[in-house]
């Protein structure tokens, strides 16, 4: 059939999707575009919004079981990859600190939340996304909010995140204790994903005492001395985060992302993977 005006309007809905499935720019893009060649060959569809939706559904699950195989022999931690501007804009379906927890739910279960929570799709049209029954997709999506651990996401206030990532980089860098409790909750979780190619924690870091020590471990090492880096402030999946530059040579080091509750930061993720790193024009 022809790519026309309403079809092609779908491919930020289809990337969505996808992203939010895979955690993974290229790998959506690639989906996306093969959804589209496919669509050529395809005849008499009378609602194409469902007809490809069905088919990105199909097809991310598809992958997303593979990826998962892939995934199991990644070095460290494996981090989604993040969508980083320089300007605010909309969250492509998911703010980036759900999207690291949806590795805890299976594909169907993951294609069920992204469809309810980024799109509020009614069941019946879950339903026929998924070939599931409405009321089987809402046993599904209870599941998986008991497997995340949280009903739903947690608004942002932009100004007192950047607060408290100014707070968080001037007790790191000045090495202070005391006023980086004052930052961090007790039981601060911190996961970071180098992916062999740069240094990073390998495993899940959790509590105050560790995390300090990570961090303050890193600034107390030879190259990191002086006045090495400088810090950005960028936007990851919308939401403030910072980027952090090394100065000599302006290369992207890591993005830091942070997510907060009652004033304190609960859950740091950083990004040091190169391949991870890429800068795009807000949308």
Same mark, same amino acid.
């Given at each position: 059939?022809? $790519? *026309?005006?309403?079809?092609?309007?779908?491919?930020?809905?289809?990337? *969505?999707?996808?992203?939010?499935?895979? @955690?993974? +720019? #290229?790998?959506?893009?690639?989906?996306?575009?093969?959804?589209?060649?496919?669509?050529?060959? %395809?005849?008499?569809?009378?609602?194409?919004?469902?007809?490809?939706?069905?088919? $990105?559904?199909?097809? *991310?699950?598809?992958?997303? &079981? =593979?990826?998962?195989?892939?995934?199991?022999?990644?070095? @460290?931690?494996?981090?989604?990859?993040?969508?980083?501007?320089?300007?605010?804009?909309?969250?492509?379906?998911?703010?980036?600190?759900?999207?690291?927890?949806?590795?805890?739910?299976?594909?169907? =279960?993951?294609?069920?939340?992204?469809?309810?929570?980024?799109?509020?799709? &009614?069941?019946?049209?879950?339903? =026929?996304?998924?070939?599931?029954?409405?009321?089987?997709?809402?046993? $599904?999506?209870?599941?998986?909010?008991?497997?995340? @651990?949280?009903?739903?996401?947690?608004?942002?206030?932009?100004?007192?995140?950047?607060?408290?990532?100014?707070?968080?980089?001037?007790?790191?860098?000045? #090495?202070?204790?005391?006023?980086?409790?004052?930052?961090?909750?007790?039981?601060?979780?911190?996961?970071?994903?180098?992916? @062999?190619?740069?240094?990073?924690?390998?495993?899940?870091?959790?509590?105050?005492?560790?995390?300090?020590?990570?961090?303050?471990?890193?600034? #107390?090492?030879?190259?990191? #001395?002086? &006045?090495?880096?400088?810090? *950005?402030?960028?936007?990851?999946?919308? +939401?403030?985060?910072?980027?952090?530059?090394?100065?000599? &040579?302006?290369?992207?080091?890591?993005?830091?992302?942070?997510?907060?509750?009652?004033?304190?930061? %609960?859950?740091?993720?950083?990004?040091?993977?190169?391949?991870?790193?890429?800068?795009?024009?807000?949308?």
């Amino acid at each position: 059939m022809e $790519i *026309t005006t309403e079809v092609l309007n779908l491919r930020p809905y289809l990337f *969505t999707i996808a992203y939010n499935m895979l @955690g993974e +720019v #290229q790998e959506a893009e690639d989906i996306v575009q093969d959804i589209y060649e496919k669509w050529i060959t %395809t005849e008499n569809v009378r609602e194409p919004k469902a007809y490809l939706g069905r088919m $990105i559904v199909n097809k *991310t699950i598809k992958r997303l &079981d =593979e990826l998962k195989m892939l995934r199991s022999a990644y070095t @460290g931690t494996w981090l989604p990859e993040p969508l980083i501007t320089f300007e605010a804009t909309d969250s492509p379906g998911i703010e980036y600190g759900l999207l690291f927890l949806l590795e805890r739910l299976n594909p169907v =279960e993951r294609a069920v939340f992204i469809l309810r929570e980024s799109f509020s799709a &009614d069941y019946g049209y879950i339903a =026929e996304m998924t070939g599931l029954s409405p009321d089987n997709c809402r046993q $599904i999506l209870h599941r998986s909010h008991d497997k995340l @651990g949280r009903s739903k996401s947690i608004p942002v206030n932009p100004a007192k995140c950047n607060e408290l990532i100014e707070a968080f980089l001037f007790s790191v860098l000045n #090495q202070d204790r005391s006023s980086l409790e004052k930052v961090l909750r007790s039981d601060i979780e911190l996961y970071s994903d180098g992916g @062999g190619k740069r240094s990073a924690a390998l495993k899940p870091l959790v509590g105050f005492d560790k995390v300090q020590k990570f961090f303050f471990g890193i600034m #107390q090492l030879p190259e990191n #001395q002086g &006045d090495v880096y400088e810090f *950005t402030p960028a936007f990851v999946n919308g +939401v403030p985060a910072v980027l952090i530059l090394r100065r000599a &040579d302006k290369e992207l080091d890591s993005i830091q992302y942070f997510e907060w509750d009652n004033n304190v930061i %609960t859950r740091l993720l950083l990004v040091r993977n190169p391949d991870k790193l890429k800068i795009r024009k807000a949308s």
